[in-house]
């Protein structure tokens, strides 16, 4: 089993940054590839960014591409989501999991969830 814990969350001004972390406890996540997902009331939890096991390969929604920015560090087990310019539509709860197949964007590539934590830009 591994355990995900995200933080960093909290209420922003648009236009500004803030920089989530994703704590694994348990088991490494070094071999996996993981992601960030994001949900906003009443939608569907979509995908924000992934990155390789490696760190090497990384993809981005079209919505944030430019302006977050997704890093992990396996020597502590922990994997990043850098967001900036951050706009109200970005206000949502981040989800970070680690994945277990290959497409990244898929909800279902992905076994392991934290609980999420809240970010919120105001206008």
């Known amino acids: 089993q591994v355990q995900l814990v995200e933080s960093g969350g909290g209420l922003v001004q648009a236009g500004g940054s803030l920089r989530l972390s994703c704590a694994a406890s348990g088991r490494s996540i070094s071999a996996y590839a993981m992601g960030w997902f994001r949900q906003a009331p009443g939608k569907e939890r979509e995908f924000v960014a992934g990155?390789?096991?490696?760190?090497?390969?990384?993809d981005y929604a079209d919505s944030v591409k430019g302006r977050f920015t997704i890093s992990r560090d396996n020597a502590i087990n922990t994997v990043y989501l850098q967001m900036n310019i951050l706009k109200p539509k970005d206000t949502a709860v981040y989800y970070c999991?680690?994945?277990?197949?290959?497409?990244?964007?898929?909800?279902?590539?992905?076994?392991?969830w934290g609980q999420g934590t809240q970010v919120t830009v105001s206008s």
């Open positions: 990155i390789s096991w490696s760190g090497g390969t990384t």
């Open positions: 999991a680690r994945s277990r197949g290959s497409n990244w964007r898929e909800i279902t590539s992905y076994g392991y």
